[in-house]
């Protein structure tokens, strides 16, 4: 006995080509669970055909109910291999209810010995028991009525038959397949949408707004006092702080003097006195002199008090002072190098002559008798004027160099101030003298953000609504009065401008954030004063503004 065993793909041309190959008059056919032969009714029936014509015993077997189920609905007993009870034999015989009896007599083999076609069975033969049931009558030792060529003819019509059926199968097989690739193509581009509205939502979503309100000319004339005194804004009485701002500058200039004439001068320089007496300060006179080595003497300019000595781990660690002395002589010869010491006349005799002292570590100079330049009248008025100039044009280069850039210095807010022109006769060893002169730049100064603030509290008063500004007021400065002892400064302000709804942007765009277009457009309707509005969104098919504020821009016209 032959056994085909049936894999689960096998359609029933395949399987039909290997029942007219098999020599053997008896075949099992071992049908797997869930077989594409085993699911289709009509096979059975075909089947039928096969082995009428071909006069095969043909026997089923199978572990699936479903086959089963189909094959006794179809007119055929089948088995299932596990349940064949201790009945004698190899295999479940499914034979005509004729040949039953005579199958169970000639047909001893075990299902172990029965040739196998197919090794890809996934059936569990635990079980070898055999069970045979009968089945509907089929021709048995008929007598050879029909020619080979008719039984051609019936082979060949019984695979048309299949070959129509399979390419039914095929056929819904393609329309299943043609369904499938739809549904993933519209998987796709459900897919590829989602991404692009997703993008759009997320990364390239950007909103503006532009929006412009209207505008009322407004022009006003007002009295202003800036002061020192105040630190606070004044609306009503027209008042704003202000600040006094000084700027002092001294230069020093030499000149040639043109006359001459014999003078006798003294040479000056300056001193450095010494005290390693003790801890106790000690006081010199003006005109307290100090020699040199060789007797040159030099007085004091005025009185000084020499600081106490500093006492560490017992030693006295010597103080100084710096002050000036003048030759006690006129003359040339008191015009010295650096001198390392110098004597305190007045304590020769006693402790502290040692131990106070004085060096002159410039040296002296000035010294002079004898015919020289000196300036004359003329000289001295000139060399004031051209220093007076120098320290004007000083300042005017200058001008404010220090004052603070918030602050504001209107014409007329300033004053020049010469303090000081001090000349020194004397003339050098080139005949030059010395002109010294002072001055000082005084201003009162204010922010001209606090006078914007009164014009804005005023124009939005005179406006007749309120949450208005005055737009890039143009503002003139006129009758500036300046008193700098009192630090005040009063002048007439005047004003042109346009009044307009005061509109934060910023927190309009906190407020349309994540919002429809006609969400954005509802608030719209509740701006004071507004002319006209654009919105634009992007991209356009999302229809609502970014959630991100920084996504959003806010023009105002």
Do not use: C
Request: hydrophobic share 35%.
């Amino acid at each position: 006995m032959l056994k085909i065993i049936v894999s689960k793909t096998e359609d029933a041309k395949s399987l039909l080509k290997k029942i007219e190959a098999a020599k053997s008059s008896a075949i099992t056919l071992v049908i797997p669970k869930d077989s594409r032969f085993g699911d289709e009714v009509a096979n059975y029936h075909a089947l039928r055909e096969v082995a009428t014509e071909m006069d095969k015993e043909i026997y089923i077997e199978s572990v699936d109910e479903d086959v089963l189920a189909l094959a006794k609905a179809n007119g055929w007993e089948a088995i299932h291999p596990l349940f064949q009870g201790s009945r004698k034999g190899s295999i479940s015989d499914i034979v005509s209810s004729k040949q039953t009896a005579k199958t169970l007599q000639h047909s001893p083999k075990h299902l172990n010995e029965a040739d196998e076609v197919d090794a890809h069975s996934e059936e569990k033969e635990d079980n070898k028991n055999v069970f045979h049931v009968g089945v509907k009558d089929s021709v048995e030792n008929s007598e050879d009525t029909t020619s080979e060529g008719e039984q051609d003819t019936g082979s060949m019509g019984m695979r048309d038959k299949i070959h129509s059926r399979e390419s039914q199968e095929e056929g819904g097989s393609e329309k299943k397949l043609s369904g499938y690739k739809i549904f993933v193509s519209l998987a796709i581009l459900l897919v590829i949408f989602g991404g692009i509205y997703y993008l759009g939502a997320k990364v390239f979503n950007r909103g503006e707004v532009t929006v412009q309100f209207k505008r009322d000319p407004w022009e006003k004339t007002l009295s202003i006092t800036a002061s020192s005194a105040s630190n606070k804004i004044d609306s009503f009485s027209q008042i704003i702080p202000a600040q006094i701002f000084i700027q002092p500058k001294n230069i020093t200039q030499f000149f040639p003097a043109t006359s001459r004439k014999v003078v006798s001068e003294k040479a000056t320089g300056k001193l450095t006195i010494y005290n390693s007496y003790s801890s106790q300060a000690q006081p010199l006179v003006a005109k307290t002199r100090f020699a040199t080595a060789d007797g040159k003497v030099f007085r004091l300019d005025s009185q000084v008090i020499v600081p106490g000595a500093d006492i560490k781990d017992g030693k006295i660690i010597a103080s100084s002072i710096i002050t000036t002395v003048t030759a006690d002589q006129p003359g040339a010869e008191y015009n010295l190098g650096p001198v390392d010491k110098l004597s305190v006349l007045g304590f020769k005799g006693t402790p502290k002559f040692d131990a106070f002292y004085g060096s002159i570590l410039g040296g002296t100079s000035g010294g002079f008798s004898g015919e020289k330049a000196v300036p004359s009248d003329k000289d001295i008025a000139d060399a004031k004027a051209k220093v007076s100039e120098l320290l004007k044009s000083s300042f005017d280069s200058v001008i404010f160099q220090g004052i603070p850039k918030e602050f504001t210095i209107i014409d007329g807010a300033s004053d020049f101030q010469i303090t000081k022109i001090s000349v020194n006769t004397g003339t050098d060893d080139k005949g030059q003298f010395s002109v010294l002169g002072e001055a000082k730049l005084i201003a009162v100064g204010f922010k001209e953000e606090d006078l914007k603030t009164i014009v804005g509290e005023i124009s939005a008063k005179e406006a007749g609504r309120g949450g208005t500004k005055l737009e890039n007021p143009e503002i003139s400065y006129s009758n500036v009065v300046a008193d700098y002892a009192k630090g005040t400064l009063k002048f007439t302000v005047g004003v042109k401008g346009n009044t307009v709804q005061d509109f934060d942007g910023n927190k309009f765009r906190g407020e349309i954030a994540g919002k429809t277009e006609n969400e954005v457009r509802s608030l719209f309707s509740k701006l004071t004063d507004l002319a006209s509005a654009k919105l634009k969104i992007s991209p356009f098919w999302i229809g609502r503004m970014p959630a991100d504020e920084r996504k959003i821009k806010v023009v105002i016209e």
